[in-house]
């Protein structure tokens, strides 16, 4: 028998690969010039972080990598590189979800933010090392700073869109009475 | 219980450092495989794209047919307008259309003096466009034929009129194009009244600069741009644009193909010409045979042929 706990957490799971692949759908229909105004963002990292540090147990890493890749190859992007500096950026924000419940949305904001700007950072200096030939750095801080104005509506998408909040003290025990 | 549960949290929690840490040195060995052995990925690239895109045509399809009737409501509401412009650009195209006719009548008699057999090149296979895939700073589409129709890497793709881009990775059913507007497209081209030859260089944005051009003061504004054929990537003579003057006085090149509404494309069957070395090999010892293409016989090709002709020429 499944408990109602396992049910909800394994639902918000399926939402986020729903998601997930709905921005993938979304990205990839053939509508319009796509070089001309600004660089649309990763949505996929920006909901798998603002998910994290509310409900870790919501974002499975093993899932999270899965879809990154599967981006990474479908849009032309190095494989891989991107994927693990997510990764790595999810599991420190992991850890610190429970840092960052007593302090406010700006200095989540923020965290993610220097997340974002570290992540972009080793992915130029490994490509740079390895001599792989990249686009020029104005573009990529362009892309950063959409990334980083995004997040606050991604964040609320999720609190008020899709009820992701961070558990109150007795609601767990509460929840978990259920079982 | 309180103390069970930390105990199995301490057992778990290194445990599953472990495992993410073999996750991110899996994905970072996928990372350096593609640095060491490219193609190889690249191919695998292929494939994963070819058994994921064309799941998602039924879905694509509608919403991009949506989208289009929502463009066309749109247009309607200025039709009076668009009517008139219209009339006035059928009453230039009727006498373009005289000039054509009777310059098309002057080069089949012509060909016909001369007996020219006409590049066999120009035979193409024409695919639907299925899915933009490139991330901001690629730019690229995905057509439905491939390997299958036997579409190989490097070939030209086209929109009705000009040059879009070059084929880069064949899956079975698909085939990415890249287009001469990503960062990492490089094209030889001639600009067309004087003679000068230029590199085409994507930079992600509409028009695309040209460069290596060995006297710019016989370049100007408004002189056609056609592949030069260098290095033999491209057959040469396909239009590819006009040359403008940029924002920031460097000269660009306003594409032919019309970029906002890629739909169908051609690609180019070319083929290896023979490479002549040194002057012992100037006689060809086995003459390929000329590529036909399926299903066409080789009058219809001729014709078309001359079409392509005919609008390059213009």
Redesign the interface.
Known sequence: MISPLALHRWAFIGLFLLLSMFII?A??????????GM??PDTIVLLGFAWVLRRPDFVP??LF?AIL??TD?????????A??LA??GL?WLRARAGLMRERGFIIEWATVASVLALMLLAERVVLAL?F??Q?NPG?AVF?LAVNILFYPFIAALSVWGFRVRRLAPGEHAAEARLV | MAKNKRHGEDYVTPVRRILVGLLVFVLLAVFLVWRIDSPRVERFRAQIVDALVPNMEWALVPVTKAAGLIEGFQSYARLAEQNQELRRELQQMKAWREAALQLEQENATLLDLNNVRLDARLSYVTGVVLADSGSPFRQSVLLNVGARDGVVDGWAAMDGLGLVGRISGVGGQTARVILLTDSSSRIPVTVQPSGQTALLRGDNTGQPPLEFIENTEEVRPGDRVVSSGDGGLFPAGLLVGEVVRGPDRRLRVRLAADYGRLEFLRVLRSHQGERIEDAGALIVLNPVLAPVAEGENAGDISAQAVGEDGEAGQ
């Open positions: 759908f990205r990839i229909l053939p509508l319009g010039p796509v070089s001309e660089p649309p890493v093993v990598a890749l599967v190859l479908l849009f032309l992007r190095p494989p891989g590189l994927t693990a990764v790595i599991e390895l792989v030939p686009d573009l892309a």
